[in-house]
């Protein structure tokens, strides 16, 4: 099919606007962690019946180097990447989180000149400058004053936008070192889940364990709770159900449609883009997500972007291109 890399990309950018959005709105009503574990076992689950049905073999068999190689990835990348990124959906919202995303590229280039020895051109210099100045001139925006961000929340949800750029990026340059020679996108991306989901885990029972050891304003009277209970257990038993009441049926449609768009259907049209267009072609449809998501942000936060913010996304876009097109020039 004519152009079949180009819409592989293209696409690529629109379902993970789609996945944004999906995750953004049940982080805020889950939290954060909640999401993640839940968003991690559903994708592994799924990828775990695909490798089977279409491999024979639930668990791929790509070598014990390449499987260290892509568990790291998605430990850094999936698991404690994108905790930070959930988190910076529930503080800042999906547009500003997005942005500081594209920070993402710029980290993969410079920890692969710094680990590998890969050469940096000045083309790359001059992109990962204009990201930069892109996405600071956004993140300094002081919060409108319609704005239910206030500046201290705004500061932890770029700071955490950027951690979660910072994890993608080494994940990229782990992932990308697995994947050099005949490795499936299926069987890779199965790897780094299964590793995440299992990363997300411990991340959930820690915590689950930090809450349980601040003082708990009990969302249940004491009558709600069985007297033959042991006492270290009503923490538990309390928190269990107040989940049950936020995880409703708005809040599993949109992790399904987030998982759905995102760790599977996005991430399988990002590895076809990778491999029927130059990398830095590919990497720049990729990278549209913060200007794809500019006109839904009326809907998400209520009001129209300022110019300042179109403005910067575009430009931290343009860094993007000149970055990605930068081994190519």
Same mark, same amino acid.
């Given at each position: 099919?004519?152009?079949?890399?180009? $819409?592989?990309?293209?696409?690529?950018?629109?379902?993970?606007?789609?996945? +944004?959005?999906?995750?953004?709105?049940?982080?805020? #009503?889950?939290?954060?962690?909640?999401?993640?574990? $839940? =968003?991690?076992?559903?994708?592994?689950?799924? $990828?775990?019946?695909?490798?089977?049905?279409?491999?024979?073999?639930?668990?791929?068999?790509?070598?014990?180097?390449?499987?260290?190689?892509? @568990?790291?990835?998605?430990?850094?990348?999936? @698991?404690?990447?994108?905790?930070?990124?959930?988190?910076?959906?529930v503080l800042v919202g999906p547009r500003t989180t997005t942005l500081l995303m594209t920070l993402a590229p710029a980290t993969a280039a410079i920890l692969s000149w710094i680990v590998f020895?890969?050469?940096?051109? &000045?083309?790359?210099?001059?992109?990962?400058?204009?990201t930069l100045i892109g996405v600071l001139w956004v993140a300094a925006e002081s919060p409108h004053a319609a704005s239910a961000i206030n500046p201290s929340q705004?500061? #932890?949800?770029?700071?955490?936008?950027?951690?979660?750029?910072?994890?993608?990026?080494?994940?990229?340059?782990?992932?990308?070192?697995?994947?050099?020679?005949?490795?499936?996108?299926? +069987?890779?991306?199965?790897? =780094?889940?299964?590793?995440?989901?299992?990363?997300?885990?411990?991340?959930?029972?820690?915590?689950?364990?930090? =809450?349980?050891?601040?003082?708990?304003? /009990?969302?249940?009277?004491?009558?709600?709770?069985?007297?033959?209970?042991?006492?270290?257990?009503?923490? @538990?038993?309390? @928190?269990?159900?107040?989940?049950?009441?936020?995880?409703?049926? /708005?809040?599993?449609?949109?992790?399904?449609?987030?998982?759905?768009?995102?760790?599977?259907?996005?991430? &399988?049209?990002?590895?076809?883009?990778?491999? #029927?267009?130059? *990398?830095?072609?590919?990497?720049?449809?990729?990278?549209?997500?913060?200007?794809?998501?500019?006109?839904?942000? #009326?809907?998400?936060?209520?009001? &129209? /972007?300022? /110019?300042?913010?179109?403005?910067?996304?575009?430009?931290?876009?343009?860094? *993007? *291109?000149? $970055?990605?097109?930068?081994?190519?020039?």
């Amino acid at each position: 099919m004519q152009h079949a890399g180009e $819409l592989a990309g293209l696409a690529t950018s629109a379902l993970w606007v789609v996945s +944004s959005l999906a995750f953004a709105a049940a982080g805020r #009503k889950i939290g954060a962690t909640q999401l993640n574990l $839940l =968003r991690s076992l559903l994708a592994c689950v799924i $990828l775990l019946g695909l490798q089977r049905y279409f491999k024979g073999n639930p668990w791929p068999s790509i070598g014990a180097n390449r499987t260290w190689f892509l @568990a790291v990835s998605g430990l850094l990348g999936l @698991a404690i990447g994108d905790q930070f990124l959930f988190a910076g959906y529930v503080l800042v919202g999906p547009r500003t989180t997005t942005l500081l995303m594209t920070l993402a590229p710029a980290t993969a280039a410079i920890l692969s000149w710094i680990v590998f020895g890969q050469s940096m051109s &000045w083309q790359a210099i001059l992109g990962m400058a204009i990201t930069l100045i892109g996405v600071l001139w956004v993140a300094a925006e002081s919060p409108h004053a319609a704005s239910a961000i206030n500046p201290s929340q705004q500061r #932890k949800g770029v700071l955490f936008g950027a951690a979660a750029a910072a994890c993608q990026g080494i994940g990229m340059v782990l992932a990308s070192n697995a994947l050099r020679g005949d490795v499936d996108a299926m +069987s890779a991306q199965t790897v =780094r889940m299964s590793a995440g989901a299992a990363g997300i885990i411990v991340i959930a029972l820690v915590v689950s364990r930090m =809450r349980q050891s601040k003082p708990i304003v /009990p969302a249940l009277t004491p009558s709600d709770l069985s007297s033959q209970l042991p006492t270290n257990l009503q923490p @538990a038993i309390i @928190a269990l159900q107040s989940n049950r009441r936020l995880i409703n049926q /708005p809040v599993i449609v949109a992790i399904i449609i987030g998982t759905l768009t995102g760790p599977i259907l996005g991430v &399988w049209c990002s590895l076809s883009a990778l491999q #029927k267009l130059d *990398v830095g072609i590919a990497t720049t449809l990729m990278s549209l997500v913060p200007v794809m998501i500019l006109p839904f942000s #009326k809907w998400i936060e209520g009001r &129209w /972007p300022t /110019p300042r913010a179109i403005l910067g996304a575009i430009i931290a876009v343009v860094g *993007v *291109v000149i $970055l990605a097109t930068a081994a190519h020039a």
